[in-house]
């Protein structure tokens, strides 16, 4: 939240110097009134022309100002809701997976599109109306003491008393808007989720049953909604009766000065409009400092997302990876007390073939996540070319490692973009990595190649498709380590294997493949088998070897095989 100020400093200047000008020229049309008045009660032409003169310039100078104040604050808003939204996005990205993980991406959503306007209408725009007014509310008591130090006195204790209103719901709305801010990120977690099944709803004819589970949650979240506001309406309305029993003691008192012979007709109308200026700021101020409170957690949540730092992987070290990966005794857990993995040691070199298999939540995918710097949580050591990775700068360990996984995420543009991932590469390079992931025939039947929109989520192309251009991303990035999440698992077995037999021959590479695929005339490609059981390696070795010396790993691949008939 202070960066997103500082970043906006000149507009925040800009802001309150047109409020200043402003507030200030709205109090001194009091004077102007007042003189008016007078001219006319004490029928003094001289002193009217002079002020109708004055007026004729002041009124249209009060507008252009009024409008100036009015189009920096709103580009004030704008640039600090920018500056809001980069911050958390930022933040959200600075998360390793472990903690990325943690929250369900439907929080990330809401606080990016529900909780910034929830800030910005009862933070930020109220922020700004109390400091409009507080300027005002100073200037007009200083004019009110200068015409009538007794009237402006009773005015004082009246407001002391419309202040006391702001105490007594400031603690009722902080609890109502942080409910309606949870409520908000629950109802899109929801609709998140039914719209990310919708083929499942079609298939199933779901859609009467989704229809009432939506019914019901947007009721809730506008319910929840309606509780804040029903607060933040008895705190107005309890404004507003304060504000008025005040203006009335405001006239009735200098009614009777006027009596009295101590206060001039002119100088009413002036108090009464100060009045104005001074219990409506207070009111403003009122209806706001609940508002600002009330959205205090929402403002907490917003700069916990944003002002995030990863304190695990802090390493500087640029890592390196020209002899070996190595994990020892390694073991980690999800939960506690739940050990995934299990004092795992394994070495890795640079340019040899592995491929990772074992039964399905061994834990295959979890060691290959911890190896790449996935999760920081773990036991034991994983060092590349001997630096431990928590010592290595993460974001130069990701330049080490592509990954293809199962499911393949698209973004919605093109081939090329999916391909590139918006960097630049040489088109001799796009159509090598094309061709080496087998999708250069589907890209030359579209009219449009490369350029061809990719849908939703890839939803204009297969499984086995989408998995040949995450091969092509991944290959185009010539990284030194390739893992291959059963990244053919959606291709057929005669593409799977001329992936895997491409990959493969490609020299400096280190490939790990995570497969269920017991093709022995693949398997028997690959330098080493990492045969995986319950978290913990079972064994290792050739094809060969593995399939002569170890008994649960032929029974295993002989039982994967019958079940894949
Ligand atoms: N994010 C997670 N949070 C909690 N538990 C998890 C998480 N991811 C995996 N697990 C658990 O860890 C264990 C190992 O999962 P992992 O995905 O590593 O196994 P795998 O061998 O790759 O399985 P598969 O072959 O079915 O893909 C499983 O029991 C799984 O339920």
Known sequence: MKTALLKNKGFIALTIFFSLIVSLGSVLVAVLLQRIIDAAVKGNMELFQQTLFISVFYVPLLGLFGYLYSISSKALIRGWTVTLRENVFRGILRRDFEEFSKTNTADYLSALSNDIKLIEENYVQPLLLTLQNMIIFVASLLLMLFISPLVTGILIGCVVLLFTVPTLFGKALQKRQKAVSI????????????????????????????????????????????????????????????????????????????????????????????????????????????????????????????????????????????????????????????????????????????????????????????????????????????VELKQLDRAGVQQLSSTIHQQVYMFDTDIRDNICLYESYSEEKIISAVQKSGIEQVISQLPNGLSSAVGENGSNFSGGQRQRMAVARALIRNLPILILDEGTSAVDMQTAYEIETRLLAVPDLTLITITHNMNPDVLGLYDQIIYMEEGRIAGMGSFEELLQQHERFRKFITLDTLEAI
């Open 183 to 386: 409520q908000m990120s629950l109802f899109t977690s929801k609709l998140k989720d039914m719209l990310s099944g919708y083929e499942v709803i079609r298939s199933y004819s779901m859609s009467h049953h989704v229809e009432k589970i939506f019914a019901q949650e947007n009721e809730t979240a506008a319910n929840t909604k309606f509780t804040a506001d029903r607060t933040l309406a008895l705190n107005e309305g309890i404004s507003e009766i304060l504000g008025a029993l005040t203006q009335f003691a405001v006239v009735f008192i200098a009614a009777y000065l006027i009596l009295t012979g101590k206060l001039s007709a002119g100088s009413l109308v002036a108090l009464v409009q100060l009045s104005n200026g001074f219990v409506g700021p207070v009111m403003m101020i009122m209806q706001n400092v609940p508002r600002i409170q009330g959205v205090k957690p929402v403002v907490e949540r917003f700069n916990a997302l944003a002002d995030y730092e990863n304190d695990v992987f802090e390493g500087k070290i640029q890592p390196a990876f020209h002899h070996k990966l190595e994990a020892s005794q390694l073991s980690f857990a999800y939960t506690e007390g739940r050990n995934v993995l299990s004092n795992i040691d394994l070495t890795l070199l640079k340019g040899k073939k592995y491929a990772l298999v074992g039964p399905s939540g061994c834990g295959k995918s979890t060691l290959v996540k911890l190896l790449t710097g996935c999760y920081a949580g773990y036991d034991g050591t994983i060092t590349y070319d001997g």
